[in-house]
């Protein structure tokens, strides 16, 4: 352990670690561009200058190891000096693109000069003209050269992390210009992290590009559905601009840092895959006898569609035969909801035909972050059902259910044409007598239920999942459901209350609470305890 | 000075051939070296004789040579930097071209003294001819068992590479040699660690300039303290000073080191040509400060330069006559040094290329007298910032001849590009066109 | 020597031993590169992208860090030179001996400007910065060649004798 002293405050860190580290654990800030924690060192922005006592110049404090003893001054006459001259330094041939650059607002450039520099430029000549400006590299990835502060964070990225070696600084002195190689395209399946790695607006994202100015978003912390490793992300939706972009409010998700998860990254599939919360959502109702005219039109009157649905469906379920029931779950549901699914099905109505892994699902897994499984609960799903691959096969289920075996099917968001074929849908819905359908999107099955009952996606709910090793993780409820649809595990214990079971859960987290109680897996945690890096759950 | 040491065989007929060299005592100290003495032995010698880098920093040699671990898992690797390139400089090519094998027979006894087997000698891609004997020399001492398994016969084995560059004067600093050598860009490394510990290929690797292995031999054939005393205190032996510009007698000179810079001038390089009056001289290559004409009776060693606000450098010594235009200069200085800088750190890349901007402006007639100001703030905010000191040297020039010679800077921005002393008015290649100065 | 691009495979190819040669003197393979990006620039004329791949195969680098390395260092051509090259030295001395003066004869006598190739393909002209020829300023090489001490006659009497 080493004793020093940044700005004054003493603290006590490990040996050997660099300034910048100490720095950022003392929660004091230092302007840098080339250090990133998860890529090596370059330094070659030298802009994390800072004075260290008894040494004669300022030094970098990404690769100064601190000493026992060290005074460090991050904010003195000598420092700013050196951060500013370096700040003066690249802005003489920033381009003034900030009116047209996406990076605006979330701009290192911009930030830095606000709080280190404010400094009067002296910069009176032209600025250098680079080969590429605004010029896509990808599918993904815009390209700007003259933005580019020329960091390499992108290249150790590309050498480092992907292994794709994408990027390359070419040329040399102030014609340097970072390129892929001509005639080549950035197309790995971790593209996206490029952009949110590039301090400046010289890598944006396509997909984002004069999207929205950022100062309009709000941000919450939430846990990528894409596949069974729960990346942490933050879901970025709009809130000053609601028309902006007529329905759509989630405009982009970002990685979230989780050194036991993700690191500091997300997969191209997931990050793009932001669009599923406002595209195709169903926003109707419908039910036996309901009615059939638009359902958004005030928000009381979707909720009094949705209520009269329940009562409905709670009736048919209260009065059906035992084991008449037949219940296709879904590991995209929350922890709560599956505990609200067993209560419901299982314990209370008694149902013996409740499964929920889809066969043939499995995709693409790589030694990275991409896991074959696209469901981001299925342990869950398997624990609190008591259930496994094989006895939770949905297969059965649907055998049965075209059999004309199973007379009412319940179906959580899982569309069975895409699983099985349009002909076996066709089979079932015309065996079936009641076929319920619970879900956020569209599709073939919701179209062909009886009953329709819109549901949140996971930007709009509270929750948590189970990730593939075991790790509970909170998602969080970035945006109001959509009108006319309520959380998953709300609609469940609608349904439990109408059906005469005891429920006074006002939030998610009494619903977490309470599958704590019972489910050995979970004891002990509550959402407090699982804050923003979630926890491993008892094996 | 009496006898040439270094420069002994620059004018003997096909010197780099084996038979000549070794009619004039080539690889004799080697073998008595390989055969008698003991590695720490050599590096105390070369400590003693004060033989300071050659190539330009003037880093006591021994003493950088003591900087290897004691014990070493890797290889432990000696590079030649024969990567030349500093404005003003030429010695090193003619030990290259024209006495290699004293460069062969200095790198067998450092690479003995340092434990050492295997040596690269990088070579700037401009020195073809250079190259081509050297590795002539090379493949000749093979032959004969000079180099290889078992030198003279002796356990040290030892084997020379010679690489050649592609054209970049940055990878003459050594850490951005050795990143070229491993086959990337010339780009600098972070320091620490210093290439005594990490260097080539992350082993033990020392650098030297070619003069200063030249020197080696004969250390060890006539004792450190003659060498020693050949020079000035703590500068040991002679040096090969290079001499051109506006003198009637531009080469290589080997003087003691300590010699004073006027008697370069006036007595061995026969005097600033054409009777004019002397205006400047730079003393070590185009990065060393600017001494004005009364400021050449300095003794041309590494601590006096360093004394008198300048430095030796590479020994490149530019001499400039009355007719020299002071803005002229720095706009091709800041050229040069915006052309090589290597683009790795913002300040660097970022002021050499602004600092050139703002010159040529102002040598085209189109500057203002704020201009200079702000020249001095991009080189003071070069200083000491950067991953290596080649943006100190892109400062240098920039203070020096601004500091030293503020007035006619301001009466070229004054008169528009008239100057007082721009010797030629005619075809500037630099633009393309005649250029109408003045006319607005 | 200038071969057309479609002939660069083929010429790489027949390379083998020398590569080989080459990657043997060096400890590891990458440190070849500057070797052999000079090898295959003066079997085919310049560094063509086939030689980059050629490169790179045998350090075995990603290309792109190859590119990097060509467009990093001034002596590897980028598209095709003439097949003589000629670097005036632009700096100090050669400034002082009247080099500036000479450059615009050659640029006026060739008829090019800096980076550029005649329309015969013979000479291409580069202006460089010091050769490390200051004693005899001003300066010019040709090809591999130096040559100092020059004036308009003895410049005119070189790039006359050019094939």
């Known amino acids: 352990m080493a004793n020093i002293t940044i700005d004054g405050k003493q603290l006590t860190v490990k040996d050997g670690i660099t300034i910048i580290e100490a720095i950022d654990q003392a929660s004091v800030g230092l302007p840098r561009y080339c250090y990133h924690p998860g890529l090596s060192i370059a330094g070659n922005c030298r802009i994390c200058q800072v004075e260290v006592e008894k040494m004669p110049r300022t030094v970098i404090a990404c690769n100064t190891r601190v000493a026992e003893g060290m005074v460090i001054h991050t904010q003195s006459e000598k420092a700013k000096d050196s951060q500013q001259s370096v700040l003066e330094f690249l802005l003489a041939n920033h381009p003034l693109d900030c009116p047209v650059c996406d990076q605006a607002g979330e701009c290192k450039l911009q930030d830095y000069y606000m709080e280190y520099g404010l400094y009067d430029p002296k910069f009176n000549d032209l600025k250098v003209k680079k080969t590429k400006k605004a010029f896509p590299i990808g599918p993904t990835i815009m390209l700007d050269q003259e933005r580019c502060v020329l960091c390499t964070r992108c290249v150790r990225f590309g050498d480092e992390i992907t292994k794709t070696n994408d990027f390359g600084v070419f040329n040399r002195g ?155 779950a879904t590991p995209q549901s929350t922890n709560e909801e599956l505990f609200l699914v067993r209560r419901l099905f299982r314990d209370a109505l008694k149902v013996k035909d409740l499964a929920f892994w889809a066969p043939g699902q499995e995709g693409y897994q790589d030694d990275f972050l991409i896991r074959a499984d696209k469901n981001p609960n299925m342990a869950g799903a398997k624990r609190i059902l008591a259930l496994d691959e094989k006895s939770g096969d949905i297969t059965s289920v649907v055998e049965r259910a075209k059999k004309g075996e199973i007379e009412n099917l319940f179906v959580f968001s899982t569309d069975l044409a895409k699983v099985f074929g349009a002909d076996t849908l066709k089979a079932v819905r015309s065996k079936v007598k009641t076929l319920v359908f619970e879900g956020p999107n569209g599709n073939p099955t919701a179209d062909a239920a009886d ?89 | 000075m009496t006898e040439p040491v270094l420069s002994r065989n620059f004018t003997v007929a096909d010197a780099w051939k084996m038979d000549v060299a070794e009619n004039h005592g080539a690889y004799e100290t080697a073998k008595k070296v390989l055969t008698t003495m003991q590695p720490d032995d050599v590096t105390n010698q070369v400590v003693a004789a004060n033989l300071r880098g050659l190539g330009g920093a003037g880093f006591p040699t021994g003493k950088k040579w003591q900087f290897l671990p004691k014990e070493s898992q890797k290889p432990i690797y000696l590079v030649i930097n024969a990567d030349e390139g500093e404005p003003g400089t030429f010695k090193d090519r003619y030990i290259l071209e024209r006495d290699p094998h004293q460069l062969i027979e200095g790198i067998i006894i450092a690479t003995f003294a340092i434990r050492s087997k295997k040596s690269y000698v990088y070579i700037r891609g401009e020195y073809v001819e250079s190259a081509r004997r050297v590795q002539a020399a090379l493949d000749e001492a093979y032959k004969k068992g000079y180099l290889g398994k078992g030198v003279f016969g002796s356990k040290h084995d030892l084997d020379i590479v010679v690489h050649r560059g592609a054209g970049a004067y940055i990878c003459g600093e050594e850490t951005a040699l050795l990143n070229s050598l491993e086959g990337g ?105 600017i001494l004005t004409a009364d400021e050449i009776d300095v003794k041309m060693d590494y601590d006096s330069l360093r004394a008198a606000g300048t430095m030796l450098g590479s020994a490149g010594v530019m001499v400039m006559d009355e007719t020299t235009c002071m803005v002229k200069m720095l706009y091709y200085a800041t050229k040069f040094f915006s052309h090589e800088s290597c683009g790795q750190c913002s300040p660097c890349r970022e002021g050499t290329g602004w600092a050139h901007k703002i010159v040529t402006r102002i040598y085209h007639g189109e500057g203002s007298l704020p201009d200079l100001d702000v020249l001095l703030k991009i080189a003071r905010n070069m200083e000491g910032r950067t991953i290596c000191v080649f943006a100190d040297a892109a400062a240098w020039p920039i203070q020096s001849y601004i500091g030293k010679f503020r007035p006619e800077f301001e009466e070229y921005i004054r008169t528009k590009g008239q100057g007082i002393h721009r010797d030629y008015k005619e075809y500037d290649p630099r633009v393309g066109a005649p250029k109408q100065i003045g006319a607005h | 020597m200038i071969i057309e691009a479609s002939g660069h495979p083929a010429a790489l190819a027949k390379l083998d031993a020398q590569a080989q040669a080459i990657l043997a003197k060096y400890d590891k393979k990458r440190a070849a590169m500057l070797t052999l990006l000079h090898l295959g620039q003066d079997t085919v004329g310049w560094v063509s992208p086939d030689v980059e791949a050629w490169a790179a195969k045998w350090t075995e680098t990603p290309v792109v860090h190859v590119h990097a390395v060509v467009t990093f260092y001034s002596m590897y051509h980028q598209k095709p030179a003439g097949r003589h090259h000629v670097r005036f030295c632009t700096t100090t001395s050669c400034v002082l001996n009247g080099g500036e003066k000479l450059l615009g004869h050659v640029k006026k006598k060739l008829g090019i400007e800096n980076g550029q190739t005649t329309p015969d393909g013979k000479v291409s002209l580069e202006e460089a910065e010091c050769l490390c020829n200051c004693e005899n300023a001003p300066m010019m090489q040709v090809d591999d060649a130096y040559h100092g001490d020059l004036d308009e006659s003895k410049i005119d009497k070189i790039l006359d004798g050019l094939q």
């Open chain 1, 174 to 328: 102030h014609h340097s210009e970072l390129d892929v190689y001509p005639g080549k395209e950035l197309n790995n399946k971790y593209s996206g992290n490029v952009a949110d790695i590039c301090p400046v607006g010289a890598l944006t994202d396509r997909d984002f590009r004069f999207k929205m100015r950022v100062w309009y978003l709000g941000s919450q912390d939430s846990v990528c559905p894409g596949c069974a490793r729960g990346c942490n992300i933050e879901v970025h939706y709009e809130k000053s601009r609601p028309y902006h972009l007529k329905e759509k409010r989630v405009m982009r998700l970002k990685p979230r840092e989780n050194q036991d998860v993700n690191k500091w990254w997300m997969c191209d599939e997931g990050r793009y895959a932001y669009k599923a919360i406002d595209d195709n959502r169903i926003k109707k109702t419908r039910y036996p006898g309901g009615p059939t005219t638009s359902a958004e039109t005030l928000n009381g009157q979707s909720e009094k569609v949705l209520e009269a649905a329940l009562e409905k469906l709670a009736a048919a379920l209260k009065g059906a035969k035992p084991g008449s029931w037949g219940v296709i």
């Open chain 1, 451 to 539: 009953f329709v009952l819109p549901s949140s996606s996971y930007a709009e709910k509270d929750g948590t999942f189970t990730n593939f090793e075991g790790r509970v993780q909170r998602i969080r409820k970035a945006v109001e459901p959509v009108i006319g649809s309520l959380p998953t595990w709300l609609i469940l214990s609608r349904l439990l209350f109408l059906l005469g079971q005891k429920v006074d859960y006002l939030r998610a987290d009494d619903v977490f609470d309470d599958l704590a109680k019972t489910e050995p897996a979970f004891a002990g945690m509550n959402y407090k305890t699982l804050g923003k890096g979630g926890t491993v759950w008892a094996k």
């Open chain 2, 185 to 289: 860009k010339g780009y600098p490394r972070l320091k620490p660690p210093f290439p005594a510990i990490v260097g080539l290929f992350g082993c033990p690797t020392i650098i030297n300039n070619v003069e200063t292995i030249a020197c080696v031999p004969h250390i060890l054939k006539n004792g450190p303290e003659w060498f020693a005393a050949l020079g000035s205190a703590g500068n040991g032996g002679t040096h090969l000073f290079g001499v051109s510009g506006h003198v009637n007698k531009p080469g290589v000179y080997e003087l003691p080191m300590g010699t004073p810079l006027r008697e370069m001038i006036e007595k061995h390089a026969g005097g600033v040509r054409g009777g004019k009056k002397l205006k400047a001289v730079i003393p070590g290559g185009i990065s060393a400060k």
